[in-house]
């Protein structure tokens, strides 16, 4: 059966056995026929090695990488989107002259998917309304593939409300949340051709704070002091949300689950 899985955030560089026992332990539960999406916007906002995360990220099993606005807010982002053909989802309502692309037509072996990301506009980066981007995408879409949208930020609300706005008969629409640095509890939409997940959650080190050491964490935040992050290392918690599709590629059962790896 189909699956769709989406992990949490990855919010700091992570070693390459770890991500391949995360995309093993979904693959478990989810099947072979599953699609694993991820968003690494903690990577492309503090990885000082992007390129070889970025790599490291579908060589270890991850079939679709999301990003928030941190993909341009420094210049290896934006050199890692430029000319990339690799199936790296930036915000669609990015400025015009970001780089990179925001909808993406994934072919898997169960058909095509759009993968949709915008950020909802909460960070320090502007965009352009999220919903006026989204829908000039649908008011052009002729297709009826199924979409996955990630909406990146920290705005619950707005996140229901494009659900509720964008949902239409006939269409696919499933709708995962990040950028809160927490698992929601998964929302059941009337619409049985949605699926909502509000957030994601993350994949980060056990014993950080926001994925750095907690010194690091309480000089940058608290003290204001302008030092470099420093990564937390050790023992991964990884959360990761699965939705499985029926013949007709609608959702008909899902699961959340949370490990350390």
């Not at 309502?93 to 072996?109: E, H, I, K, M, T």
Request: hydrophobic residues 45%; charged residues 20%.
């Amino acid at each position: 059966m189909l699956a769709i899985a989406f992990t949490g955030v990855i919010q700091h560089e992570v070693e390459q056995a770890q991500l391949r026992r995360l995309t093993a332990s979904v693959r478990s539960d989810a099947g072979t026929g599953c699609i694993i999406a991820c968003n690494a916007n903690g990577l492309f906002a503090s990885a000082s090695r992007l390129d070889a995360q970025i790599e490291m990220l579908f060589d270890s099993g991850i079939d679709v990488v999301f990003l928030g606005e941190q993909s341009i807010g420094r210049n290896a982002g934006r050199s890692a989107l430029s000319g990339s053909t690799l199936p790296l989802v930036r915000p669609l309502n990015l400025p015009d002259a970001a780089p990179g692309r925001g909808a993406v037509l994934f072919n898997s072996q169960h058909g095509p998917f759009w993968m949709l990301s915008v950020a909802d506009g909460t960070g320090k980066i502007p965009v352009a309304l999220p919903h006026l981007a989204l829908k000039e995408f649908f008011g052009n879409k002729t297709d009826s593939f199924p979409v996955v949208l990630n909406v990146d930020g920290t705005d619950y609300e707005y996140r229901e409300a494009l659900l509720w706005k964008f949902a239409a008969r006939g269409l696919t629409l499933l709708l995962f949340g990040s950028g809160c640095g927490f698992m929601a509890a998964l929302n059941e939409p009337e619409n049985v051709e949605c699926f909502f997940q509000p957030d994601v959650g993350v994949v980060v080190s056990d014993k950080s704070i926001g994925g750095l050491t907690p010194d690091s964490w309480w000089q940058r935040s608290v003290e204001r002091v302008p030092v470099s992050p420093v990564a937390g290392w050790g023992l991964l918690r990884c959360d990761y949300t699965i939705v499985w599709l029926d013949e007709n590629k609608r959702p008909q059962k899902h699961m959340q689950k949370t490990v350390k790896l």
